[in-house]
């Protein structure tokens, strides 16, 4: 049934991202997303709490290679080397979220939610994370969530992007 498998975002992970978001505004951080298996949860969460445009400036949901290379700069070489779904790919996305905003930090997400699209290389459940910071090193996370349902992989991807803003902010 159509619309079944969609993560919802609960009221704890709307008090989490409120708490993110005072964290990074007393530091003076703003914000990037670019996402593309998560489709805009993520910029969808941290802009749930009142006060959000102080932290975030941009959210980029980049779902076709297309898309990734047009809007975050990422090199179809990078594309077709390694893929999407890769930990290249993923870094390049969240510098080119930099490049394409005035943000200090960025959070990058791509994956395969499922519950097609996996192979034995690459399954469902396998979502590659990259933070960036201006004027530091990018910071990258796999993820193999295993098919627990495109929902769940969607919402645990979401959770892990918190975990990694959180890290590239206090680095």
């Known amino acids: 049934m159509p619309g079944t498998s969609f993560a919802t975002l609960d009221s ?7 708490d993110l978001l005072e964290r ?7 914000l990037a997303t670019a996402e593309s298996c998560t489709g805009g949860l993520v910029a969808g969460l941290l802009t749930e709490p009142a006060g ?7 959210g980029f949901v980049t779902y076709s290679n297309a898309a990734k290379a047009r809007t975050l700069g990422v090199a179809e070489s990078l594309l077709e080397q390694h893929g999407a779904v890769s930990e290249p790919v993923a870094r390049a996305m969240a510098e080119g979220a930099l490049s394409a905003s005035d943000a200090e930090i960025s959070v990058a997400i ?9 192979s034995a290389e690459k399954p ?15 910071l990258h996370v796999e993820q193999r969530f295993g098919a627990i349902g495109r929902g769940p992989v969607r919402r645990a991807a979401v959770l892990q992007a918190l975990d990694l803003i959180e890290e590239i902010a206090e680095g």
């Open 124 to 138: 469902v459940g396998l979502v590659h994370f990259a933070a960036a910071k201006r004027g530091s090193r990018t």
């Open 12 to 18: 704890a992970m709307v008090v989490r991202a409120a």
């Open 110 to 118: 791509t994956g395969i939610a499922g519950p097609d699209g996996g």
């Open 52 to 58: 959000a445009s102080r932290v975030v400036l941009a």
């Open 24 to 30: 990074l505004a007393a530091r003076g951080l703003t």
